[in-house]
């Protein structure tokens, strides 16, 4: 199973990015996908997550900001980032689960300045 993060970058306050996450390995249509982040000197956190059948759920500092989607033809979920703020600064990773297995990507950073 192999997950593979691109998109991020620096970003002024109030713009916008998109993420991607590539998946191989798996029938990517039966697993739900979900995008988390790491701050430095923070947790790692859950930001949002969607579910095979296409459902998401979001954590609520980034409710109404940011969008997930997938698209099971091309095995890639996205994570759409709008109205960027500076505490949204944190390596972005993606991840899966797979018989009781956790599979994350390397990560991608994203900055956003003031």
């Known amino acids: 199973v192999q997950l593979v993060e691109s998109g991020g970058g620096l970003v002024q306050a109030g713009g916008s990015l998109r993420l991607s996450c590539a998946v191989s390995g798996i029938t990517f249509d039966d697993y739900a996908i979900g995008w988390y982040r790491q701050a430095p000197g923070k947790e790692r956190e859950l930001v949002a997550i969607i579910s095979r059948g296409g459902s998401a759920n979001y954590a609520d500092s980034v409710k109404g900001r940011f969008t997930i989607s997938r698209d099971n033809m091309k095995n890639t979920v996205y994570l759409q980032m709008n109205s960027l703020k500076p505490e949204d600064t944190a390596v972005y990773y993606c991840?899966?689960?797979?018989?009781?297995?956790?599979?994350w990507g390397q990560g991608t950073q994203v900055t956003v300045s003031s």
């Open positions: 991840r899966t689960s797979v018989s009781l297995s956790d599979y």
